[in-house]
């Protein structure tokens, strides 16, 4: 049934995809809240509730409390009736997630990219990864809802292409139609969107859903990034202005941005700009013990220097120090002006050593004005993975989401 809530349906179909997605984000919940919630009389909600029990969407949890009497129905939703793919296409990884309908993560593959790994390499390897995630738990393909792409790079998402892949090793990806591709191969519906949108949307549907309806999603790799939720919708940006937040200026005085200004937040806290600050600092004559996995400095590259930071390299931890107090005062700036209830930081830097701590304490000490305020920083819940949940998470939307009249 789920996936007749998709495109036109009758009023009654609507009425039951209402339902499902209240049960979604309150879940367990009673009858008497969806009743109050949707304005549907008693009657009709307990008629309906039973079609979707029926179906095998939702089940009674049983973990409702009495006062006395019988206990009440605590309506959930069933985590395996389908199941959903999640995609991240970077040019470091790409990650492949098999995930249930409460966006738990079942199993993950991931391949590290490198020169071979072309755009019909890249895709051919997702298509592989999922014909063995589905047969290796035993999941029927008509239990496959669909697939959900999630890209850093800018892309166009009517057309289902990434623009200027200028950072990928391989070539291959100009005019690619990465929807269309994956779509033939699976045989089922695939949609595409920003990355840190679907973080963000990954994190409130996932985890502060009940909480706030005003998140804010940052991200240092290679580019600086932000994913925004405002009264309980994403936020989206026009094409080619998803790294808009990289070019904050935290430096009016500062280094020279690729984007040809000076002191943008990109020149300071992205991938590329830590590793040209420890290139810089080593040929100043700065030791590293990254001297001790290459010969020639020049040859350095991100990966290098992420397991530096696991090593606690002193020269590594201190660049990167530096790079988390500027992203700190950009991300005081961006909350300055959204005024958002959670920050989540992620991103690959986040869970090594320092990065996190020296964001979160910068941002704090610049918001100690607003004393009232009590904007969250937290650190995101699955880091490396986030990504390619919200792109599940794209997936369930489409066929869940429906507005209240």
Not at 44 to 56: H, M, P, S, W, Y
Request: contains cysteine; aromatic residues 8%.
């Amino acid at each position: 049934m789920l996936k007749q809530f998709a495109g036109l349906t009758s009023q009654k179909t609507k009425s039951l995809k209402v339902l499902y997605s209240l049960i979604r984000k309150l879940g367990p919940v009673r009858i008497n809240t969806l009743t109050e919630l949707t304005g549907y009389k008693h009657v009709t909600c307990t008629r309906l509730l039973d079609e979707l029990v029926q179906e095998g969407l939702i089940y009674d949890s049983g973990i409702g409390e009495s006062s006395g009497g019988r206990k009440p129905l605590m309506y959930a939703i069933k985590p395996d009736h389908y199941y959903l793919i999640g995609v991240e296409i970077t040019n470091l990884y790409t990650t492949v997630l098999l995930l249930d309908l409460k966006l738990e993560i079942l199993d993950v593959e991931k391949l590290r990219m490198d020169s071979q790994c072309t755009g019909t390499y890249t895709l051919n390897y997702v298509t592989r990864c999922i014909d063995t995630l589905v047969t290796k738990h035993k999941i029927p393909r008509e239990k496959l809802l669909g697939i959900g792409i999630g890209v850093l790079d800018s892309i166009d998402p009517e057309m289902g292409v990434i623009i200027n892949p200028h950072l990928f090793l391989a070539g291959g990806w100009d005019n690619l139609n990465i929807v269309d591709y994956l779509q033939q191969k699976n045989n089922t519906y695939v949609c595409i969107d920003n990355g840190t949108n679907l973080a963000a949307l990954a994190e409130y549907r996932k985890n502060y859903w009940k909480e706030t309806d005003n998140l804010v999603f940052v991200s240092s790799d290679m580019g600086i990034r932000c994913g925004t939720i405002l009264h309980g919708k994403l936020v989206r940006t026009k094409m080619e202005m998803d790294d808009a937040f990289g070019h904050v200026v935290v430096d009016i005085h500062g280094r020279r941005c690729s984007c040809g200004s000076y002191g943008c937040l990109q020149a300071y806290s992205s991938l590329p700009a830590i590793r040209d600050e420890v290139v810089r600092r080593m040929k100043r004559g700065n030791g590293s013990t990254l001297l001790d996995s290459v010969k020639d400095i020049e040859v350095i590259d991100f990966h290098h220097i992420l397991h530096a930071l696991e090593k606690e390299d002193p020269l590594c931890l201190e660049v990167v120090k530096d790079a988390a107090y500027y992203f700190g005062i950009g991300l005081s700036n961006l909350i300055f002006l959204l005024r958002p209830d959670i920050v989540v930081c992620g991103g690959t830097l986040v869970p090594k050593p320092l990065f996190y701590e020296v964001v979160s304490e910068t941002a704090k000490n610049r918001l100690m004005h607003y004393p009232k305020s009590h904007v969250q920083i937290i650190k995101s819940t699955a880091a490396y993975n986030i990504v390619a949940q919200g792109a599940g998470c794209m997936v369930l939307d489409y066929f869940t989401e429906e507005k209240l009249s």
